[in-house]
Structure formats: structure tokens, C-alpha cells
């Protein structure tokens, strides 16, 4: 290279040039092998060309950057260089997704693209500041805080990108994630092409945002995204309770400066540095004080149970339940709880999923309990409000094996009701009717396509002919319920909202199983996978990551094999993506959970790959 380089007679700096072998679709970075080494004949086609190229990036908030990243080292790393320069934490959790082929733009090659906007930004390597169109710098922290919509501009926004967005809500499905241990170029990535940077693994370590404020704007944008698009279902109360959420978040965005913001961003990381350190000097955080083991709180209640694998004609049955420790235990009756119990659920490691509809005053908790050869579901039905934030917080404290002596107790059952507070429809009362004449806000851009429609009244005058007047007024009404959240306690609220859903971050594939004749849908969750029946949509099996011994890919069949303790086995070959995505996920989620408080920022990029990167 140094031979080619004085032969040219070109004095620049070439020390990110290197050479890329197009036929074999590899970098040859080793520098001290020779050609022959490689294996390269007098025929090989060799391109010397940077390593560092410039990428067309969407990120999470719809804005699209443009930055200089490596196309030659694995997109693990490429996607950490990217959170570097956007400010955004825990890169482990995000990665690249293409964009779907669209086959109307096959016969438009010559077209300008769509995508190429008035906001499209050019950042430099550093990641300092970034260049809008008007030439003028813009400070890279504001860029990824403050999101593109406008409480006016909305619907223009949301139409133009809606198709284009379910186009890639549908390419998540067959598997359009870039493979983490391969570089962009062996990858057919070419240089200016878009990518699209989202969290792929839904297993967020640490979120405060004392400290986190653009990584959890970029997540707020996504989960917004996925509500709005229906890739996650969600109830007519809950999509009412988000589209509020997302006017008050819209409202305090316009009224927040970024410069302020800013400020207000660095300040907030020296309190939690300080409040870090004086929790450590005191002797450790609150929540990890011991129990008092004499004097350990128990609950009892009459409650409702539902048992799916044992169908009755009466499918809630009331007993008498009593919470101990870290264990339910139900009775027939009150009088027959000093005896023998009709049945205990140990919760540790168990899974808590709210079935709530405030609205219809239904208070659900539904148990997803760790078993020999999977999982047990078990439905518990409360009376009211105050039982069941008092249960739920005893479950969730439970599965993490904590009892409600710990200290966090208290504040998990107050978190709990206000989650209910603002999910009701219904204002707290003292509070006055919101003035609909003075509020600004196109209400179909706060909620999917599905209930837009289905909210569709008769306009309320012809100078507004955008608004949906029931919605509005829902909106409006359940806005006041959160009307005193600040801008960053409003993300995390929409946030953890999603978290709640029944069906957060599972992804789905088309797989048939070994011994199968029929195509089935295997649902990779951050701790678990699920085996459904395609024809029902019903799980039918569900075995954690925590039961696992270990599991294997057979290249040549794409086939991957599962064992799991008690000599339970799952063999499947991936039918909507290559197995190596599926392979990845499992491996990614395994990764994740190995992370502590405890540990520095740097990441074990070994462990990721061992797990990760299959026969590589």
C-alpha cells in the first residue's frame, strides 16, 4: 500500500484507506499477511478506498443524519461509534435495520428519494455539532432531544412518513437487522445509503433521566411510533391514555429552549453524580436494606382466580388468598386458611402483566410462573384500586425475590396508582373542563389509524375539519390527569406504559419445528421464548432463558437446537429470516442480562460475539 501510495505521487493522508477484495466481499486488514496469504490472483479486482464513509441515518425521532462511520469494522462496534456521536447510552441495545424494498421505486432510479428532506444534518466524526440545511451548526444534543412534530404540523408529518413506516414495521418481521458481527460493506451497505438506528433489544438497563435524556427521547420516539403504527396492541383506554401523554410531552416541547434544556442536562448529571456518591458514603442504595425478618407483611384478601388450563362454566372463582414472603397460597374460604392451602405459587422469576381497564373497573393480574417445561398462567381478579396496587407491587417485588418488607414497597404501590390515575378518563375531581376553543391539536395524530377511524364523528366546523370532536375531548379530559408532569417524567411515563403491554418487545417468526408438519410462530421475548399455534394465536408453550443449558445452529440445514433443563429440546428452522437473526436475538438477550450496576462502561465485546455470532 505504501509502494502504491509514492507510485500515485497523491500527498494526502491515507491511514483510513485500506483494501477492499469486492469478489470475496472481505477487508484486508491484516497488513502484515502478503496477497498470496489472502489468496489473491493477478485477477482479483481490488479497490483501495476509505474506511470511513458517510451513512444516511434515521434515528428513532424521524430525524436523519448524515454521518461519517466504519464500513469496515463489525457493525457492533459501527453502532457503538453511532451512540458516541448522538450522545445516545447502552449501544448495546440498539442496532441497523434496512429499509424494505418498495417495488414502485425500482422504476424511479433516476428520482430523487423521497427521504431526502429539509432536515437532513451532516455531523462531523467528533460529534460536537451537526450542519442543517441552512448551513448553520446545530448543537448535537438539542438535534436528538426535541422531536419533529409541531402541535399544527402533525398530520402533514404523520401522512407523508405513515406508509413508508409500515413498510418497515413489516420488515421487522422478516428479519431486516443488520448481522452484528459483520461489517457494513460485506453487508452490500454502500456509501450515502439509509439505514434506519433502532433499539432492537427491548431490555433497557438504567433509564434515569437525571442523566439520560437523549437516550430516552430516541426510546420515547420509537415507542410512540410502534403505538401509533399498531405494532404493539393496545386497548381504547390505553391508546387514549398515550395520546394524552403525547400532547403533554408535544406541549412542553414547544414551550422548552434548547439552550436551556441543554444547561439543564448537564447540571442534572452533576446532582446524580453527587447523589450517587453520598448514597455510596451513607453505606449503599435504600432499596438493598435488609429485611427486618421478624416482621415481614403479609396480605389477605378475597379475591378471584382463573386457572385457563382448567375451563369452567364459571371461569373466576372467589378464594380466600393470603401473600407471604414471596408466595401466594389461596384457600376455599377464610375460615380454612390455618388449614393446608388448595394450591401455592412460589413467584420468584415469575412475570407480572397487568390486565387492567379502569373504565370498566377491572383490575386484573395475570402470573406467568416458572414450571418444569415452561410457564403457568394464572389470572388473579381484584375489587378495586387500592387492592389491587397493594397485590401487584407484592408480585412485582416478589418475582424479583423481594418481600414487602423492603423499603421500595411503599413507593411501587404509589407508582401503581398513579399509572391508574392516569389511565382513567374520568379528571380528578376539582379539576375544571378543559377549554377545548383554546387548545391547538389535531387529535388524529395522537392515535393510530384504527381508532381514528373509528372516532370519526361529524366535523365540528368547517374551519376545522381535521379534528375528531369525541377524540379531542377524550384527550383533552385524560391530558388533566398529567397535566403536572415534567417533559422527562411524561417520556418515562409513556415508556414504562408500553413496557406494561401484554405483548412488549416480542418478536415474531414463521418457524416448523423438527418432527412438525406445520408452520408454527416461535415469539423471542427478552426473557423467554414462546411456542404459538398459528391457525389460534395461542401459546402453547413458554420456556425461559434462565432454564437453558445451551443451544447450537446446524449451518447446513439452518436448523436451531435448544436444550433446556429437564431434558426438554426445541429443534426449528426459520422460515421469515435467516436462523442467524433469530440465533442473535437469543444470544443478544443472554448478553444483556449479564450486565450490573457494579460493572464499568465498557462492554465485553468478546462475550458479545461468543454469544451472538454463531459459526464465526
Not at 32 to 37: A, I, P, R, S, Y
Not at 190 to 211: G, I
Not at 367 to 385: F, H, K, Q, S, T
Request: hydrophobic share 35%; net charge neutral.
Amino acid at each position: 500500500m505504501l509502494k502504491l501510495v509514492e507510485k500515485i505521487r497523491a500527498p494526502q493522508d491515507w491511514s483510513d484507506h485500506a483494501i477492499w477484495w469486492e469478489q470475496k466481499r472481505c477487508w484486508l486488514l491484516k497488513t502484515h499477511w502478503t496477497l498470496d496469504k489472502y489468496g489473491i490472483q493477478a485477477d482479483a479486482d481490488l479497490h483501495y478506498t476509505p474506511q470511513h464513509k458517510f451513512l444516511c441515518l434515521q434515528l428513532p425521532n424521524m430525524k436523519t443524519v448524515r454521518l461519517s462511520v466504519s464500513y469496515s469494522t463489525v457493525v457492533f462496534k459501527t453502532v457503538a461509534e453511532i451512540c458516541k456521536i448522538c450522545n445516545i447510552s447502552r449501544p448495546e441495545e440498539l442496532s441497523l435495520l434496512r429499509l424494505p424494498d418498495d417495488p414502485k421505486k425500482k422504476k424511479k432510479k433516476d428520482k430523487t428519494p423521497d427521504w431526502v428532506v429539509d432536515d437532513l444534518l451532516t455531523a462531523d466524526i467528533v460529534g460536537s455539532t451537526a450542519t442543517g440545511a441552512s448551513g448553520k451548526p446545530i448543537q448535537m444534543l438539542c438535534l436528538f432531544i426535541f422531536p419533529t412534530y409541531r402541535l399544527g404540523h402533525v398530520s402533514v408529518y404523520y401522512a407523508q412518513t405513515y406508509k413508508m413506516l409500515m413498510l418497515v414495521a413489516c420488515g421487522c418481521c422478516v428479519g431486516r437487522w443488520l448481522d452484528s458481527s459483520r461489517s457494513l460493506m460485506e453487508q452490500d451497505i454502500q456509501e450515502n445509503e439509509r439505514l434506519l438506528l433502532r433499539f432492537k433489544y427491548h431490555c433497557f438497563f438504567d433509564l434515569n433521566p437525571k442523566y439520560d435524556a437523549v437516550r430516552i427521547t430516541q426510546l420515547y420516539e420509537q415507542a410512540r411510533w410502534s403505538i401509533l403504527l399498531e405494532e404493539i396492541d393496545c386497548t381504547e383506554e390505553e391508546m387514549l391514555m398515550f395520546a394524552s401523554l403525547q400532547y403533554h410531552i408535544c406541549k412542553l416541547t414547544m414551550s422548552s429552549e434548547p439552550n436551556d434544556l441543554s444547561n439543564e442536562q448537564d447540571v442534572d448529571e452533576v446532582e446524580a453524580a453527587l447523589s450517587n456518591l453520598e448514597m455510596t458514603l451513607e453505606g449503599g442504595n435504600a432499596d438493598s436494606i435488609l429485611e427486618d425478618i421478624t416482621d415481614i407483611p403479609k396480605l389477605a384478601d378475597s379475591l378471584r382466580l382463573f386457572r385457563p388450563k382448567r375451563l369452567t362454566l364459571k371461569p373466576y372463582k372467589e378464594y380466600w388468598f393470603v401473600f407471604k414472603d414471596t408466595t401466594i397460597s389461596y384457600y376455599k374460604n377464610k375460615e380454612a386458611s390455618h388449614g393446608e392451602p388448595i394450591e401455592q405459587f412460589h413467584l420468584r422469576g415469575c412475570e407480572v402483566v397487568p390486565d387492567v381497564n379502569v373504565t370498566e373497573k377491572k383490575f386484573g393480574i395475570k402470573l406467568l410462573i416458572p414450571v418444569a417445561d415452561g410457564m403457568n398462567e394464572v389470572y388473579i381478579r381484584c375489587d378495586n384500586e387500592k387492592q389491587y396496587a397493594k397485590w401487584k407491587a407484592a408480585c412485582i417485588l416478589a418475582s424479583k425475590g423481594k418481600t414487602m418488607a423492603y423499603s421500595s414497597y411503599k413507593q411501587e404501590v404509589k407508582s401503581i396508582r398513579s399509572f391508574l390515575q392516569m389511565k382513567s378518563l374520568a379528571p380528578t375531581p376539582g379539576q375544571t373542563a378543559p377549554d377545548l376553543d383554546s387548545m391547538e391539536m389535531n387529535s388524529e395524530c395522537f392515535v393510530s389509524p384504527r381508532y381514528a377511524k373509528k372516532y370519526k364523528m361529524k366535523q365540528v366546523s368547517r374551519t376545522q375539519k381535521s379534528l375528531t370532536p369525541l377524540t379531542h375531548m377524550k384527550i383533552l379530559e385524560a391530558h388533566q390527569n398529567m397535566s403536572s408532569l415534567s417533559l422527562m417524567d411524561a417520556k418515562m411515563r409513556f415508556i414504562e406504559a408500553w413496557q406494561s403491554l401484554p405483548e412488549f418487545g416480542i418478536k415474531y417468526y414463521v418457524v416448523r419445528f423438527r418432527g412438525s408438519k406445520k408452520d408454527e410462530i416461535l415469539g423471542i421475548s427478552f426473557n423467554r421464548l414462546i411456542r404459538i399455534d398459528i391457525s389460534t394465536g395461542t401459546p402453547t408453550t413458554t420456556l425461559r432463558f434462565s432454564n437453558m443449558k445451551q443451544w447450537n445452529v446446524n449451518w447446513e440445514i439452518k436448523q436451531v437446537t435448544i436444550d433446556f433443563d429437564q431434558g426438554i429440546s426445541l429443534a426449528f428452522a426459520c422460515l421469515s429470516c435467516d436462523c442467524k437473526v433469530v440465533h442473535e436475538y437469543i444470544g443478544g438477550y443472554i448478553f444483556l442480562s449479564t450486565r450490573s450496576k457494579d460493572q464499568n462502561e465498557t462492554l465485553d465485546e468478546e462475550l458479545f460475539h461468543k454469544l451472538t455470532g454463531g459459526q464465526e
